[in-house]
C-alpha cells in the first residue's frame, strides 16, 4: 500500500502540474481537494483520466469521484480493490 | 545592455489614449517599458523561459504551471504590464482585454490531436482541451486581476495594428471601457512573441508616470513599432 | 446610437439549408440531434446534429456552376463549402456588394478546418489551411470580397463577438456594410474533447430542463448581412440596437455562480438601445444543457428582471454549433422577430433551475418587438446581443 501511495502522490503531482511539490508535500489521509493542493473541476477530471490511463479503471459514474478522490488513500484503496 | 526607445515612437502631450505600460516577449528577451529585463543567449526550451522569467519577477501564482504555453506567455506579458502600472483604482467592469494572434491555439490543438491518435491508446485529456481556444488566455489575465469588462480574440495572418487600434478606440469611444489591456500572443513550435500594451484614458504627467517611461500615445503607428521593438 | 439594419440571412444545420426551411422544420418540431454511430467520428455512438453530407455537395455544386473560373469541390474544406454555401445564399437577396469597398467581411469560428490535423485528411490540403486566416482568405478569394476579413475566435461567444464587432464598425462609420458568417463542424477534436470532460449528455440535450445531462454537439454555419442603411424592400426592420461583452473572472471552465457578468452584458446591451428589461418580448438563451451553464444563465435573466419573458434555447433542434452558435441562434431568433412566433425549447418538461424561467413549452405566436440573445463559454466569457423591430 506505501509503495502504491507512494507512487500515486508521483502520479498526481505529474498529471496535474503541481509545481514546486513533492511527495512529501502531501498528507495522504488529507482531503485532495479544498484546501491545500488548491485543485479545481479540471483537475477532477484529469484524476478520472489518470485511473484509466495508468490503472485502466473506467469510472462509469463521475458522482462517484467525490469519494474515490477523497485523498490519495481513499485513492490507493479503490485502485486496490478495481485493478484488474 | 541598452533598452532605448526608437526616437521615432509619438509622444502623447494632450488628454488622448495612451498606452501607459507594455511589455514584449521574443524567444529570449523580455523588454518592459524600454527596459531590457531579461535575456538568455540560446534558447533550448520555450516553455523553461517563460517559467525562468516567472521566477525571476517573483510572480506567486501556482495555476501558472497548469497554462498552455500560450496562455503562460500572455500571463506574463499581462503580469509584467499590470506590475508597472496598477488598474486598481478601476471598476472589474470598466477595463477589458483585446488580443490577437496568427496561430490560434494551434500548438495545444496539435497537443490534444496526439492524444486521440490512436484509438488503443485513446486518452483525451480535459486540462490540455480546455486551452484548444485561443481566448483562454484572456480568461487567464481576467481571473488573476479581477477584470470582468469587454473580451476579444482576433485572428490575422500578421499583427494588424489598424484593427487592433480600431477594435480598441471603439471601445472608448461607446464607453465601454476605461482601460484596455491589447496586443498579440503567438506560439508556434519553439516560438513565441507577445506584445502587451495597457491603454488608458490618461494625460501623462512632465516626467511620465512611470518614473522614465513616458506614456506613449496610442495609435496604430505605435503599436506598430512596438511590435518590432526588440 | 445609429441603428444597423439586418438585410438578409440563411442558416446552415442538420434541419436544412435556408432559415426557411429552418422555420419549417421548427413549426414541426423536427429535432435534428441524433444518435449517431460514426466510427471515423468517435469509437462510440454520440448524439449529434449533423449537416447532410450529400446535401451540402449538391448546394455547392450549384453555388459553383454560378460562379467562373472557380477551382473544383474537392479543393474546398468541408466547413469552407459550407461558409461558401451559407454566404452565397444570404449575399444573393441583398444588393451588398463583396467587391465593394465599404463591405467588410466577419467571421467567426471556434477551430476552423481543425479536422485536417487527423491523420486521413493531411494528404488532402496543405498544413496552412489548419490556420484560421488561410480560411478567411479561401472565402474571401471566392467572393472577390475587397477587404481583409475580420476573423473572431472566442469560444462560444464568438458568433456574437462577430456581429457585434461588424455592427461597431457599421456604426463608427468605418463601413457600410458587413457580411457576418460563423461555422464550426463536427470532428473527433471537439467530441474527444467534451467526452474527457464528461460534458456530452447520453440523450438529446434537454436545456433549463430538470433531467438534463449535459450537452450536444452540432454543426452549422449562420450568415447575417447588416448595413447602415435599412431594406427599402421590407415591411419591418430588425435592426442591432445593443451589444456587450463581459468576464467572469472566476474559471476557465466552470461558469459564475452569481450570473452577475452576463446580467452586465444583457444590463450593458439594453442601456445601449434605450430599452428597460420590460421592453424585452423574448430571450434566446445559449441553454446548452450542462447543469451549470443552464443554472448560470437563469440567475443571469433573473437579476436583469427578465425573469417572466419568454426564453427558449435551440440547442435542443441543433446541437451547440460552438463558434457559430451565436450567428446561427441569432438568425433563428430574427425570424422569430419578423414572424412573430415564440418556438418550443426542445427538449424541455420541467423547470430544472433554481432562478425563476418563462421556458417556451409550445409554440404559439406573440407580438414580438425585442429581444436579447446571450451567450457564454470557456475563458468565462459571455456575451449579449439586443435585436429590435422596427
Not at chain 1, 24 to 51: K, M
Not at chain 3, 168 to 185: C, E, F, K
Request: aromatic residues 8%; hydrophobic residues 40%; glycine residues 8%.
Amino acid at each position: 500500500m506505501d509503495e502504491l501511495i507512494l507512487k500515486l502522490k508521483q502520479e498526481v503531482i505529474e498529471q496535474l502540474n503541481l509545481e514546486d511539490i513533492t511527495p512529501d508535500d502531501i498528507n495522504p489521509d488529507l482531503p485532495l481537494f479544498g484546501e491545500g493542493l488548491g485543485l479545481d473541476s479540471i483537475d477532477a477530471l484529469e484524476l478520472i483520466v489518470l485511473l484509466e490511463k495508468n490503472y485502466g479503471i473506467k469510472i462509469e459514474d463521475p458522482k462517484d469521484g467525490k469519494k474515490i478522490f477523497h485523498s490519495i488513500r481513499s485513492m490507493a484503496e479503490y485502485i486496490t480493490e478495481h485493478k484488474k | 545592455m541598452a533598452g532605448a526607445m526608437p526616437p521615432s515612437f509619438i509622444r502623447n502631450n494632450k488628454m488622448e489614449r495612451s498606452i501607459t505600460s507594455y511589455s514584449l516577449l521574443h524567444d529570449n528577451k523580455v523588454i518592459v517599458n524600454g527596459r531590457i529585463i531579461f535575456y538568455q543567449e540560446n534558447i533550448i526550451k520555450f516553455a523553461d523561459f517563460l517559467k525562468t522569467v516567472f521566477k525571476q519577477e517573483q510572480l506567486a501564482y501556482p495555476k501558472f504551471y497548469k497554462m498552455d504555453t500560450l496562455s503562460k506567455l500572455g500571463f506574463l506579458a499581462a503580469e509584467l504590464v499590470l506590475k508597472e502600472k496598477s488598474i486598481e483604482g478601476y471598476r472589474p467592469e470598466a477595463v477589458g482585454v483585446v488580443l490577437s494572434n496568427s496561430s490560434s491555439s494551434l500548438d495545444t490543438d496539435v497537443a490534444h490531436n496526439e492524444t486521440i491518435r490512436d484509438r488503443a491508446s485513446y486518452f483525451p485529456s480535459p486540462s490540455v482541451f480546455v486551452y484548444t481556444l485561443p481566448n483562454i488566455v484572456i480568461g487567464e489575465v481576467c481571473i488573476k486581476n479581477k477584470i470582468k469588462g469587454e473580451n476579444a480574440f482576433l485572428i490575422s495572418e500578421t499583427f494588424n495594428g489598424r484593427l487592433l487600434c480600431e477594435y480598441v478606440n471603439e471601445l472608448f469611444n461607446n464607453e465601454r471601457v476605461e482601460a484596455c489591456l491589447c496586443g498579440w500572443v503567438e506560439v508556434m513550435g519553439n516560438s513565441c512573441q507577445a506584445m502587451v500594451a495597457l491603454v488608458e484614458k490618461l494625460a501623462p504627467g512632465p516626467d511620465g508616470i512611470n518614473g522614465s517611461f513616458k506614456p506613449l500615445l496610442f495609435n496604430e503607428q505605435n503599436l506598430n513599432l512596438l511590435m518590432k521593438h526588440n | 446610437m445609429k441603428p444597423v439594419y439586418i438585410l438578409t440571412d440563411n442558416l446552415i444545420t442538420s434541419l436544412g439549408f435556408t432559415t426557411s426551411e429552418h422555420t419549417f422544420a421548427l413549426e414541426r418540431g423536427v429535432i435534428g440531434v441524433k444518435s449517431t454511430n460514426d466510427p471515423e467520428l468517435y469509437p462510440t455512438p454520440v448524439q449529434l446534429s449533423k449537416v447532410n453530407t450529400e446535401q451540402l455537395e449538391l448546394k455547392f455544386a450549384e453555388v459553383l456552376q454560378q460562379v467562373k473560373n472557380r477551382a473544383p469541390a474537392a479543393s474546398f474544406t468541408r466547413l469552407e463549402k459550407m461558409f461558401i454555401v451559407s454566404v452565397h445564399e444570404a449575399l444573393k437577396g441583398s444588393n451588398v456588394a463583396p467587391s465593394n469597398p465599404r463591405t467588410l467581411l466577419v467571421i467567426s469560428t471556434t477551430k476552423g478546418n481543425i479536422n485536417l490535423l487527423e491523420d486521413r485528411n493531411k494528404a488532402l490540403f496543405s498544413h496552412k489551411r489548419l490556420y484560421l486566416w488561410e480560411l478567411g482568405k479561401v472565402i474571401r478569394n471566392f467572393f472577390e470580397f475587397e477587404n481583409q476579413p475580420v476573423i473572431i475566435s472566442n469560444a462560444c461567444i464568438s458568433g456574437i463577438v462577430a456581429l457585434m464587432t461588424a455592427s461597431r464598425l457599421v456604426q463608427s462609420g468605418a463601413y457600410d456594410h458587413a457580411v457576418v458568417t460563423g461555422g464550426d463542424i463536427a470532428t473527433e477534436f471537439v467530441i474527444s474533447g467534451f467526452q474527457s470532460f464528461q460534458a456530452l449528455s447520453p440523450n438529446p440535450c434537454k436545456p433549463f430542463d430538470l433531467n438534463r445531462t449535459g450537452l450536444s454537439l452540432g454543426e452549422g454555419c449562420g450568415t447575417i448581412v447588416i448595413s447602415k442603411y435599412p431594406d427599402p424592400a421590407a415591411t419591418s426592420q430588425v435592426i442591432i440596437a445593443g451589444a456587450s461583452t463581459s468576464n467572469d473572472a472566476n474559471h476557465i471552465s466552470g461558469p459564475s455562480r452569481t450570473g452577475e457578468e452576463l446580467s452586465g452584458a444583457i444590463q450593458d446591451a439594453l442601456k445601449q438601445g434605450g430599452l428597460n428589461a420590460g421592453d424585452i418580448s423574448y430571450i434566446s438563451a445559449h441553454g446548452t444543457a450542462t447543469s451549470f451553464n443552464d443554472e448560470m444563465e437563469s440567475k443571469a435573466f433573473e437579476l436583469s428582471g427578465l425573469a417572466h419573458v419568454p426564453v427558449n434555447s435551440f440547442k435542443g433542434y441543433w446541437g451547440h454549433t460552438l463558434g457559430a452558435a451565436g450567428i446561427v441562434e441569432s438568425v433563428a431568433a430574427i425570424s422569430s422577430l419578423r414572424n412573430n412566433i415564440l418556438y418550443y425549447s426542445a427538449g424541455f418538461e420541467t423547470l430544472g433551475v433554481t432562478a425563476p424561467l418563462n421556458v417556451i413549452s409550445e409554440n404559439r405566436p406573440a407580438n414580438l418587438s425585442a429581444c436579447i440573445k446571450t451567450a457564454s463559454g470557456f475563458g468565462g466569457c459571455n456575451a449579449a446581443i439586443l435585436y429590435q423591430k422596427q
